[in-house]
């Protein structure tokens, strides 16, 4: 990876491209930790912060290693890229709800182009949904005080509500736009970048936190549990992203005028692990609603709250619930990207056929059945890593219920920003393979 990116470094319009990301990420970070007017600040910093024991507050210790500590700040990218990621979730389930979706995610640069303006318009109204919920939670205090505002009266509290969504909302769609502009001139996926960048400025209370329960509290076992577990997610993630099955492919020979085409053996790769961490984050955001719906209520005594209550990071109903619904959204996205039946059909317009297995329905539901094989593997592996420093975690009373989500966005970012690297220095040399 280091060589990688040294010889990177060295071609200028990649170098450009990488100062470019860097700027970017810089503006990020600087919009992550100026506050909102009105907020605050050092109530909610406090409310939020990594010992936390209540449901509420703990979830909102938890969404702010997404957003880089914006949460904590009550800062202008407090929601960060969540708004754009919950949008893009909604977009690809309705493509495949909605004939008319479907169709344009069918129709080449185009559709896709429609699509991502689709997707940024619900961004805004996510946006601002989620501005109104973030600031209820804000006035309620969060269940434990008055208020994290810092003006008192309903008209003030209304003129700093106006102030406060409004930021919130403009300040998510600033960061779809900062993660569009990597897109465009940068290195890597735009938002995956981001969103690494906000954990990443997390490492240093994480290792503080760490360093307090080891040295303070005497949880020699559950430090070291820990350290341990995420350097083997470390290694099991980089193994198992480039661990693949490989269907083999056979083409016939024909014959068009004087050559002879085909008779080649080649394969179909099916990376165990698809779909990446897009799982994980799908499930996330699902789960995120439970746990957000308690900033609104005052009774702690109803059986909605205790229900409610259920979903804590930190809870076993959490765990459970968070496994299966990463294996769904699993075989959810294995649907998006493969399609068996088409698959077949381009093999036989091809002259291209599995070995053993007949063409057409034969073929199709050959695949069908590898790739519902291969996707559980990589469903069961991404389920485990995520909730395995939550059982850690509860063990060892330490809150790290993000530990193995954060780690694997982290890597397969950084593991695919490399690649897409290495795609721009090859195709920066591929001139040389036709001298």
């Not at 100026?34 to 050092?42: E, F, L, M, Q, W």
């Not at 991502?116 to 804000?138: K, P």
């Not at 959810?332 to 036989?348: G, K």
Request: proline share 3%; with cysteine.
């Amino acid at each position: 990876m280091l060589e990688t990116l040294r010889n990177a470094w060295n071609v200028k319009e990649i170098r450009n491209k990488i100062i470019f990301t860097i700027f970017i990420i810089l503006i990020f970070r600087i919009g992550s930790v100026i506050p909102v007017p009105y907020i605050d600040v050092a109530a909610l910093k406090a409310a939020t912060s990594a010992t936390a024991t209540d449901g509420v507050n703990q979830f909102f210790s938890y969404l702010s290693i997404l957003t880089g500590g914006g949460l904590e700040y009550g800062a202008i990218f407090a929601m960060s890229v969540t708004p754009y990621i919950n949008s893009s979730i909604i977009v690809q389930l309705l493509c495949v709800a909605i004939p008319a979706l479907e169709r344009l995610s069918k129709e080449g640069e185009e559709g896709q182009k429609k699509l991502a303006q689709i997707t940024r318009y619900v961004t805004v109204l996510l946006a601002l949904i989620q501005g109104v919920a973030y600031f209820i939670y804000l006035k309620n205090g969060g269940g434990s005080v008055n208020s994290y505002l810092s003006v008192t009266g309903k008209g003030a509290t209304v003129f700093a509500g106006f102030v406060i969504v409004l930021a919130f909302t403009a300040g998510s769609a600033l960061v779809m736009w900062l993660g569009e502009q990597i897109d465009a001139k940068g290195i890597g996926n735009g938002i995956s970048m981001l969103l690494f960048a906000g954990i990443l400025s997390r490492a240093p209370q994480a290792f503080t936190a760490l360093w307090t329960y080891f040295v303070e509290y005497k949880q020699y076992v559950a430090v070291i549990g820990i350290i341990v577990a995420f350097l083997f997610i470390i290694a099991f993630v980089v193994w198992m992203t480039g661990a693949e099955r490989r269907i083999p492919i056979q083409y016939a020979k024909r014959v068009v005028g004087n050559k002879m085409y085909g008779g080649q053996n080649t394969h179909i790769p099916i990376k165990v692990n698809m779909s990446g961490v897009m799982p994980i984050i799908f499930a996330s955001s699902i789960l995120m609603l439970p746990t957000m719906a308690l900033g609104f209520m005052k009774d702690t005594t109803t059986s909605l709250y205790k229900f409610l209550s259920l979903f804590s990071v930190q809870g076993v109903f959490y765990a459970v619930i968070y496994f299966f619904l990463i294996i769904g959204f699993a075989y959810f996205y294995a649907t998006i990207q493969f399609n068996p039946i088409e698959m077949s059909n381009n093999l036989r317009k091809n002259g291209g056929a599995i070995p053993g297995i007949r063409p057409g329905k034969p073929t199709s539901d050959f695949i069908s059945k590898i790739l519902s094989r291969i996707t559980l593997m990589g469903a069961i592996f991404l389920s485990v890593i995520a909730i395995l420093p939550i059982i850690i975690g509860t063990v060892g009373k330490i809150n790290i219920s993000l530990g193995g989500t954060s780690v694997l966005i982290m890597v397969g970012v950084a593991l695919d920003t490399v690649r897409n690297l290495e795609s721009q220095m090859m195709m920066r040399h591929y001139k040389g393979f036709l001298d």
